[in-house]
């Protein structure tokens, strides 16, 4: 006997238990081969191509798609692999609506660009599964790197580390590697612990060890790093969620929604999972979309996405807000959470603020709307936890980078959430970690050696 | 409503669609489905001699190369004439030919080179019904090898021999089948009109090995390990029997000879091209084989409705339209003056035509303006050549422009004369003739 979806109150099992698996399966099944032949078809192998272009790790998207055209799946994974080791993961959650196939020749002509995220998949799913690796490390240098946080940055500033033949060790508090890969990432995007394959043929490369439940701050600090290490790579994300500032917050039923999108990666089984029978979440990002989405998925019979400006200025791209849509999530625009209204000490709705820009500021207008609910997750914005401020510069809450991701100590580089320039991306991160990589091995190995070097180092497999 | 009904050579169909003679005529069963479906004739799979039949091989008969979605593009076969008894073939060669009397029922033979084999065999033929033969002097693989198909097609005085004495044993109209697989399609369709043929019919098939398969090693098709080459057929090869078409239909020798245009036809569209080259009939396979007997209806439809929009009340009307544009390359007008133009609002900036131009070409178009992606041709470099307008995904965003006469060509800094001027009479040519004594040459 379920739950039922109009059960009031929080509670676990509201599906019937097919429902389950139903709803979480894979949002995209992956192209088979004939698909990806007919799909990779319709790229035009544009010149200077404005899809590479529009990719952040830069990966020549005309050569992998032409290698795939011509059944070469597995050259296609080196060409992806060369330039971002976390190809797959990316090429799952990458809002490629923004980025390549925005980009896409075909966007302009026809409305619909190549799928160039699932032939990304294509591809680096048949190396994946072939356990297929396409480089060697070099020669041992000697050389010690720190990496503190196993996320995306951190994992591919310690992938090209390990290319380059320095030993890398990678610190991280979670008591699993991948960071929001692993915890951060609606179920449906990456099912059958695609993270935990991922991170596995990383490090199936060698040179990197890594240490789960360690914490910056709480287990080592900064200067003990340097101590042991010739360098040190942050890419520690946002571990902090940013308070609602509503009246009421800590009633039972305010929780944050990348704790509940990091349980629902976490369960073994989702049925157990409570949820609310109405939903409110407050944010207008990506974390937003994902929590709505899966909060309707378990089950619960309203969910509401509350954010304070308009539509234009969501973080979520327009196609995450249509899956959202589409699963019967409502979004509402122009709302700011002013309290909790609280019953017995939990939640039993919350009160919104109407707000208007008035001189490109956002003013509450006066006017209020209560919402009825079980439920309420903020989704509003992360923030750094470590006090770092003694040792670096922090602007905005993040630690201050420049282009190639040094930070202002010398032997300390940062990446990812944590650091400045990001897009709190998957492939910004990764793109950041890759290229901090480079830059320690230019500064560990003297410039002269290292463009010696330079052509040796990606060894074919 | 265009009528669409022809009469080659004396042979009558409600339209000018054939069946080639090839695997879809082989017997009474195709034949009869063909003709409910509205083809307009047939050439029945070729006869051979009385006596025991050819056998086929037992494994792949057809290779192929396709598009990216399985788009056949080109077919091969090694197959060989009907392996079914002469007998059998010719009961019901009758039968169809009396169910179905409005429809032209033609039997493509081949027999050994020697006056007895064809003089026996006519007879037969002629018994049926039938409303003329093929003489299939194109089959390019294992016949040629017993010294008929193609072997015979490449010799013209051999083609001769043969139509001459089927013109001499027979009344029924004879249609000689060319091969392709020679170096002067002319020569084939001279000795042949020498002979007395009424009609030539080509293209036949062209040797062919459709790939290798490279975890074997073995051409494709591979029986047990092991191929020949095979004759090659469907869209691909439309442009090469387009040609060979025309220059029969403009050669002196030839000129007016009665053509059945075969290769590549698949849509009402190739066969209108057949027929402005000159054809009176088209004769299609590969099309059938793909997609079965009902694109005669679209073939129709098309056909006639395309006639009608430019009002052709006739194939008369169209038929030889295109020969007297085709000419030799010394006779083309230097005066004409091309660039291409980039269309900016149809442009989706994909950069092929830069790059095509810039790496293979004549670096006549951009990349950038101001900054920003741009492709635009520079007229001062473009020498017309057209690469870009075929390149170009977009249909009619590169267009070539003619320069009219008097305007400025910036590339060479001329002015475009306004008469017409060829090869033979410019300066740069040894052979140049004085310019009063060049003539455009008449059809």
């Known amino acids: 006997m379920t739950a039922g979806p109009n059960r009031d109150g929080i509670a676990a099992g509201r599906l019937a238990p097919e429902l389950y698996h139903d709803n979480f399966a894979d949002l995209h099944p992956p192209l088979d081969r004939h698909e990806a032949f007919v799909e990779a078809d319709r790229c035009y192998f544009c010149f200077d191509a404005p899809c590479l272009n529009a990719c952040p790790t830069e990966i020549d998207i005309p050569l992998f798609i032409r290698q795939i055209a011509t059944d070469n799946p597995l050259g296609a994974a080196e060409t992806i692999f060369a330039q971002n080791i976390l190809g797959g993961m990316c090429a799952r959650v990458c809002p490629t609506e923004t980025l390549c196939e925005e980009a896409c020749v075909r966007e302009a002509a026809e409305g619909k660009p190549v799928r160039i995220g699932m032939l990304q998949r294509y591809a680096t799913d048949i190396a994946m599964a072939e356990g297929k690796q396409f480089f060697e490390r070099a020669p041992d240098t000697g050389r010690t790197i720190a990496v503190v946080g196993a996320g995306p940055a951190g994992l591919a500033c310690a992938h090209r580390l390990a290319l380059k033949g320095h030993a890398v060790t990678i610190f991280d508090a979670r008591p699993k590697p991948g960071g929001l890969n692993e915890y951060g990432i609606a179920s449906y995007k990456a099912p059958g612990d695609f993270a935990q394959a991922e991170i596995d043929y990383i490090l199936s490369v060698g040179g990197i060890d890594v240490v789960n439940g360690q914490m910056l701050g709480r287990d080592f600090t900064l200067d003990s790093l340097l101590a042991d290490h010739d360098g040190v790579f942050l890419a520690l994300g946002l571990a902090g969620v940013n308070a609602l500032r509503a009246e009421g917050e800590a009633a039972a039923g305010v929780d944050d929604a990348v704790d509940f999108i990091a349980a629902l990666r976490q369960a073994d089984d989702l049925s157990t999972l409570p949820i609310g029978r109405r939903v409110v979440v407050i944010g207008g990002g990506m974390t937003a979309i994902d929590a709505a989405v899966q909060a309707k998925l378990l089950g619960a019979e309203e969910v509401t996405i509350a954010y304070r400006r308009g539509k234009a200025m969501m973080n979520a791209s327009q196609w995450e807000q249509d899956l959202a849509a589409s699963k019967g999530v409502t979004i509402r625009h122009w709302l700011a959470p002013k309290a909790i209204l609280v019953e017995n000490g939990k939640v039993a709705g919350i009160e919104l603020d109407e707000t208007a820009l008035s001189q490109e500021r956002l003013i509450t207008t006066g006017r209020t709307v209560r919402l009825e609910c079980d439920q309420v997750f903020k989704a509003i914005g992360q923030t750094l936890v470590a006090d770092l401020a003694g040792e670096l510069t922090i602007v905005g809450g993040k630690i201050e980078i420049d282009a190639e991701g040094r930070t202002a100590h010398e032997r300390v580089w940062a990446g990812g959430d944590c650091a400045t320039g990001g897009e709190d991306l998957t492939v910004t991160a990764a793109a950041q970690g890759r290229d901090a990589a480079e830059s320690i091995h230019r500064a560990l190995m003297g410039a002269g050696q290292a463009a010696q070097r330079q052509t040796a180092e990606l060894v074919h497999g | ?443």
């Open chain 2, 1 to 443: 409503m265009a009528d669409l009904r022809t009469n080659f050579v004396g042979i009558k169909s409600p339209n000018p669609f054939w069946l080639a003679s090839a695997p879809p005529t082989d017997k009474a069963y195709n034949v009869e489905r063909a003709f409910k479906a509205g083809w307009g004739g047939v050439v029945w799979k070729t006869l051979g001699e009385e006596g025991p039949p050819v056998v086929n091989v037992n494994g792949p008969r057809y290779g192929a190369i396709w598009g990216a979605d399985r788009r056949l593009l080109g077919l091969n076969n090694i197959e060989l004439i009907t392996d079914r008894d002469l007998y059998v073939n010719l009961r019901e060669i009758k039968q169809v030919k009396m169910n179905w009397p409005d429809r032209a029922v033609v039997v493509s033979i081949m027999v050994p080179c020697t006056e007895e084999s064809w003089k026996a065999i006519l007879p037969l033929v002629e018994e049926t019904g039938a409303d003329g033969i093929e003489l299939n002097f194109g089959c390019p693989h294992g016949m040629s090898e017993r010294g008929m198909g193609a072997a015979v097609g490449q010799v013209p005085e051999y083609i001769e021999m043969v139509v001459r004495w089927c013109k001499a044993y027979t009344r029924m109209p004879v249609i000689t089948k060319l091969t392709p697989n020679i170096t002067d399609i002319r020569k084939p369709a001279r000795a042949a009109k020498h002979g007395g043929t009424d009609a030539v019919s080509l293209i036949n098939t062209i040797n062919s090995i459709t790939g290798v398969n490279l975890d074997t090693f073995a051409p494709e098709p591979s029986i047990d390990g092991r191929g020949t080459h095979g004759g090659y057929c469907g869209p691909a090869v439309k442009p090469i029997a387009l040609n060979m078409v025309a220059e029969i239909a403009r050669d002196p020798d030839t000129y007016g000879l009665p053509i059945s245009g075969i290769g590549g036809v698949t849509t009402w569209r190739d066969a209108a091209e057949f027929l402005a080259l000159g054809a009176g009939t088209v004769q299609v396979c590969t099309a059938a084989m793909t997609y079965g007997f009902k694109i005669v209806e679209e073939m129709i439809s098309g056909l006639s409705g395309w006639m009608d929009e430019k009002g052709h009340a006739r194939l008369e009307d169209i038929t030889g339209r295109a020969v007297r544009n085709v000419t030799d390359w010394q006779y083309l007008n230097l005066n004409y003056v091309t660039k291409a133009h980039i269309d900016q609002d149809l442009c989706i900036k994909c950069g092929r035509c830069h790059i095509a131009c810039e790496d293979t070409s004549h670096q006549a178009i951009t990349k950038s303006k101001d900054g920003a992606r741009h492709f635009e041709v520079m007229d001062d470099e473009c020498v017309g050549c057209n690469l870009c307008v075929n390149v170009c995904p977009v249909q009619d965003c590169i267009t070539m422009e003619a320069l009219a006469p008097g305007m400025l060509d910036e590339r060479t800094g001329q002015v475009v004369p306004d008469q017409y001027a060829n090869w033979t009479t410019h300066p740069n040519n040894p052979s140049a003739k004085p310019a009063k004594t060049v003539v455009e040459p008449a059809e």
